[in-house]
């Protein structure tokens, strides 16, 4: 298994990753100009706003206690090197004021820092949602390629990590910029006069220990940027890799009764495993990358511990400052080069907040999209007449492109009226792939030509072969899409009772996995219930009766056949359907 995984990496090592052929098209200040107008425009923006102030005040009260802690160093190493008891004993006073203070600050800075992200979370997550979740969105999300695979990936876990890491990142960049804003002034003090002798000639750098801070630090940078380049597209991967790894196992848990009926353990367990050793592969290559940047990051961490005493060295050797100045000039250099090292000590945050940023953006960008994709690409009209009747005219149905191969199109010559209150069965060729024109008449497909003019769509109701119940009480199903409290018990117990299941009355309230508690009858019955509560002026019914009993069929289509007022397509082939002498409508294969 590592020989495979190491010739695995070996192949992959140089490939283009995901991250690194999105960002050619939508490149990251694209990404983040369209994050930065999410948030905007979302509800929570004023109060992290509020949120922004008290920490920046918090921030900036911390910076003026390290500062006054700083200038603490001079009067107590003197103390000590004087041997001065009293003084000793008065600075120790000094320091415990200082270091409360700075405690309280700490406390309250970490509390802001959660509730920043908290509500980072909430507006993204929210905005995120509700994008996806805007009327047939999310089906041709799931419809359009790649980006559509596991979006609960990046709705949960990289909304998670972005909000997160945008807060504590930027809280860092802003207090590592007021650090170096306020110490940078005390280097260049310490060391302004400073010079030293070369061949019998006096050089003078002024401000020397805040030039050899700017090296010290700004190499550290250039060389972590050049060693983790690799790593934000190698986050993007991992992401990906972990999404369908997740994925692999919910599938497999949701058809564990089919899996083992088809005895199909053994190749769902190679197909999970594969998924495994994908992820391994990326995170091999994650760790690889991340112990090269081990080297400069621990290298220089090691370094910083002497580093700041070799550069003030000269100026305390010239004579030009005391022990306590020395040990000042230390401090200080130690929080210049905390602030200058930010990049450095954050680069793989930064890398993960770079992968996150892309998955959310891109998963944002391609949802806003949607809309204007269909209208730039459709050649079908889907209009809304006002005669209160569906009618299709010269009607061709495509496949879509990504199974031209192993789908047949369909085919309806001329004009088809269908008025209110009709029953009409639409069949046809066998070849002709009906559940297209199931998905045109919803909305749902654009492959195509011709025209459909539908009724007000408020007034349709489309069934389809395998229906939806959501994860709430019986009450909330039966109402489902409205709330539960739109009907009365009287009237939910009649439309139980009417499809033959008076049995489930007394459960209304109770909260159930119903796809898997009901069988398919009763699931059918149960959809029909749902029908006869909605009260639709048309029901369009895409084939959903052919797996039932044959005496189940009669009964449900008679049932259907009461609801008097509404229009009924079945789109397929029933015999009990036949039963009600609906007119028939014939596709023809598209050649």
């Given at each position: 298994?590592?020989?495979?995984?190491?010739?695995q990496?070996?192949?992959m090592?140089?490939?283009?990753?995901?991250?690194?052929?999105g960002?050619?098209?939508f490149?990251?200040?694209?990404?983040?100009?369209?994050?930065?107008?999410?948030?905007?425009?979302?509800g929570?923006r004023?109060?992290i706003?509020l949120?922004?102030?008290?920490?920046?005040?918090?921030?900036l009260?911390?910076v003026?206690?390290?500062?006054?802690?700083n200038?603490?160093?001079?009067?107590?190493?003197?103390?000590?090197?004087?041997?001065d008891?009293?003084?000793?004993?008065?600075?120790?006073?000094?320091?415990?004021?200082?270091a409360?203070?700075?405690?309280?600050?700490?406390?309250v800075?970490?509390?802001l820092n959660?509730?920043?992200?908290?509500?980072?979370?909430?507006?993204?997550?929210?905005?995120l949602?509700d994008?996806?979740?805007?009327?047939?969105?999310?089906l041709?999300l799931?419809?359009s390629?790649?980006?559509?695979?596991?979006?609960d990936q990046r709705?949960h876990?990289?909304a998670?990590?972005?909000?997160e890491?945008?807060?504590?990142l930027?809280?860092?960049?802003?207090?590592?910029?007021i650090?170096?804003m306020?110490?940078i002034g005390?280097?260049w003090?310490l060391?302004?006069d400073?010079s030293?002798?070369?061949e019998?000639?006096?050089?003078?750098?002024?401000g020397?220990?805040?030039?050899?801070?700017l090296i010290?630090?700004?190499?550290?940078?250039?060389?972590?940027?050049v060693?983790?380049r690799?790593?934000?597209g190698?986050?993007t991967e991992?992401?990906?890799?972990?999404?369908?790894?997740?994925?692999?196992?919910?599938h497999?848990?949701?058809?564990?009764?089919a899996?083992?009926?088809a005895?199909?353990?053994?190749s769902?367990?190679?197909?999970i495993?594969?998924?495994?050793s994908?992820?391994?592969?990326?995170?091999r290559?994650l760790?690889?990358?991340?112990?090269?940047?081990?080297?400069?990051?621990?290298?220089?961490?090691?370094m910083?511990t002497?580093?700041?005493?070799l550069?003030?060295?000269?100026v305390?050797?010239?004579g030009?400052?005391?022990?306590?100045?020395?040990?000042m000039?230390v401090?200080?250099f130690n929080?210049?080069n905390?602030?200058l090292r930010?990049?450095?000590?954050?680069?793989?945050?930064i890398?993960?907040w770079?992968?996150?940023?892309?998955?959310?953006?891109?998963?944002r960008?391609?949802?806003?999209?949607?809309?204007?994709f269909?209208?730039a690409?459709n050649?079908?009209t889907?209009t809304?007449?006002e005669d209160?009747k569906?009618?299709?005219?010269?009607?061709?149905?495509?496949?879509?492109?990504s199974?031209?191969g192993?789908?047949?199109?369909?085919?309806?010559?001329?004009?088809?009226?269908?008025?209110p209150?009709?029953?009409v069965?639409?069949?046809g060729?066998?070849?002709?792939?009906r559940?297209?024109?199931?998905?045109?008449l919803?909305?749902l497909?654009?492959?195509?030509s011709?025209?459909i003019?539908l009724?007000?769509?408020?007034?349709?109701?489309?069934?389809?072969?395998?229906g939806?119940?959501?994860d709430?009480t019986?009450r909330?199903v039966?109402a489902?899409?409205?709330?539960?409290?739109?009907?009365?018990?009287?009237?939910?117990?009649?439309a139980?009772?009417?499809v033959?299941?008076?049995?489930?009355?007394?459960?209304?309230?109770?909260r159930?996995?119903?796809e898997?508690?009901?069988?398919?009858?009763?699931?059918?019955?149960?959809?029909?219930a749902?029908a006869?509560?909605?009260e639709?002026?048309?029901i369009?019914?895409?084939?959903?009766?052919?797996?039932?009993?044959?005496?189940?069929?009669r009964e449900?289509?008679?049932?259907i056949?009461?609801?008097?007022?509404?229009?009924?397509?079945?789109?397929?082939?029933?015999?009990?359907f036949l039963?009600?002498?609906?007119?028939?409508?014939?596709l023809q294969p598209l050649?």
């Open positions: 298994m590592t020989g495979i995984l190491m010739a990496t070996d192949a090592a140089d490939q283009p990753t995901e991250f690194d052929i960002n050619r098209e490149g990251f200040y694209a990404q983040l100009k369209m994050m930065a107008g999410a948030f905007w425009a979302s929570v004023n109060r706003l949120l922004t102030v008290a920490l920046l005040t918090v921030i009260s911390t003026y206690a390290q500062y006054r802690l200038h603490w160093n001079t009067p107590f190493y003197n103390a000590l090197e004087q041997r008891t009293p003084a000793f004993f008065e600075q120790l006073k000094v320091f415990f004021i200082i409360g203070s700075l405690l309280i600050l700490n406390v800075q970490a509390w959660q509730m920043t992200a908290l509500r980072m979370r909430e507006g993204l997550t929210r905005d949602v994008q996806w979740m805007k009327p047939r969105r999310a041709k799931a419809n390629g790649p980006m559509g695979i596991n979006p709705l876990e990289d998670r990590n972005l909000a890491l945008t807060t504590t930027a809280i860092g960049l802003v207090n590592a910029t650090l170096l306020s110490f005390v280097l003090m060391s302004a400073f030293f002798m070369l019998g000639r006096e050089i003078s750098i002024p020397y220990m805040v030039w050899a801070a010290y630090a700004g190499g550290a940078s250039l060389l972590s940027k060693v983790g690799k790593l934000p190698l986050n991992r992401y990906s890799k972990e999404a369908e790894l997740r994925f692999a196992l919910m497999t848990n949701e058809n564990l009764m899996i083992t009926l005895k199909g353990e053994e769902e367990r190679q197909r495993q594969a998924a495994i994908a992820v391994l592969v990326v995170l290559r760790a690889l990358a991340a112990t090269n940047l081990t080297w400069v990051s621990a290298g220089f961490g090691w910083t002497i580093a700041p005493i550069i003030a060295a000269p305390y050797f010239n030009t400052l005391s022990f306590g100045g020395l040990m000039a401090g200080a929080q210049v905390t602030a930010w990049y450095i000590d954050n680069f793989r945050p890398a993960d770079k992968a996150a940023l892309y998955r959310v953006s891109m998963f960008r391609a949802l806003c999209s949607l809309n204007d269909a209208e690409e050649a079908l889907v809304v007449g209160g569906l009618t299709i005219r010269d009607l061709t149905l495509t496949p879509a492109l199974s031209a192993t789908e047949r199109g369909l085919h309806l010559e001329g004009e088809t009226v269908i008025a209150g009709e029953r069965m639409i069949n060729d066998p070849n002709a792939n559940h297209l024109l199931f998905m045109a919803a909305g497909w654009r492959f195509g011709g025209e003019r009724p007000a769509p408020q007034s349709m109701l489309f069934i389809p072969q395998k939806y119940f959501p709430a019986l909330e039966l489902y899409p409205h709330r539960a409290t739109a009907y009365g018990d009287v009237q939910i117990a009649e139980l009772t009417r033959g299941l008076a049995n489930l009355v007394d459960r209304l309230d109770t159930d996995r119903w898997r508690v009901l069988d398919e009858e009763d699931q059918a019955r149960l959809r029909l749902n006869i509560l909605l639709p002026k048309w369009v019914v895409d084939d959903a009766l052919e797996t039932l009993e044959p005496a189940t069929q449900i289509a008679s049932i056949n009461e609801i008097a007022e509404a229009a009924i397509l079945y789109i397929g082939r029933s015999e009990a039963g009600l002498s609906p007119r028939q409508i014939h050649k």
